[in-house]
């Protein structure tokens, strides 16, 4: 029964009005892509998204972001908190927290605020710690005080120049060892 008078009339939505908060988030509306569902792009949501299917590209997210177990995410990702059950390869940037569950996997760079990476997840990246990371740049070296750079190629013995070395994308170096 209606505590309603009759013929009152309900109140609708005006454009000037935000959409409701949910009870249980307190946040405005999420998304949920299934196993089946692919994503090709960049979405920006005001709240939570969870992925299960295919995503390439970018998800920026004022909410938390959810990586399902039989997701495959090859996007940079950014939200509150991001929790990874699934694959992830490419950046990631959590304002709270990131957690790379036992089945997981993350390749790629993250700058986070806390990391939690259990036993059996699968990690392969660099990790920046801080406070609320606001986007995914990394911060340049900081030049020692007074000093000039010097140039690259005079840095390097005239034997080495003509001969330059593999580089690796975890930063060490490969081929013949220095002299």
């Given at each position: 029964m209606s505590t309603r008078a009759p013929g009152a009339r309900v109140p609708g939505k005006?454009?000037?009005q935000p959409p409701p908060e949910?009870?249980?988030t307190g946040r405005r509306g999420g998304i949920t892509l299934g196993p089946r569902d692919r994503l090709i792009g960049?979405?920006?949501i005001d709240g939570d998204v969870?992925?299960?299917g295919t995503v390439q590209g970018e998800i920026h997210a004022t909410g938390d972001v959810e990586v399902d177990d039989e997701a495959k995410?090859?996007?940079?990702?950014?939200?509150?908190?991001i929790n990874i059950r699934g694959s992830v390869s490419g950046p990631v940037i959590a304002r709270k927290r990131l957690v790379v569950a036992r089945s997981g996997s993350l390749i790629g760079d993250v700058r986070v605020?806390?990391?939690v990476i259990q036993d059996g997840a699968t990690f392969s990246g660099n990790v920046s710690m801080g406070p609320q990371p606001d986007a995914f740049t990394p911060a340049p070296e900081p030049a020692p005080a007074g000093a000039a750079p010097e140039p690259v190629a005079a840095a390097q013995a005239p034997d080495m120049a003509a001969?330059?070395?593999p580089t690796r994308t975890d930063g060490k170096a490969k081929g013949k060892?220095?002299?």
């Open positions: 005006t454009a000037d949910t009870p249980t960049e979405l920006h969870r992925l299960g995410v090859n996007a940079s990702l950014a939200g509150g908190d605020a806390r990391l001969e330059p070395q060892p220095k002299r």
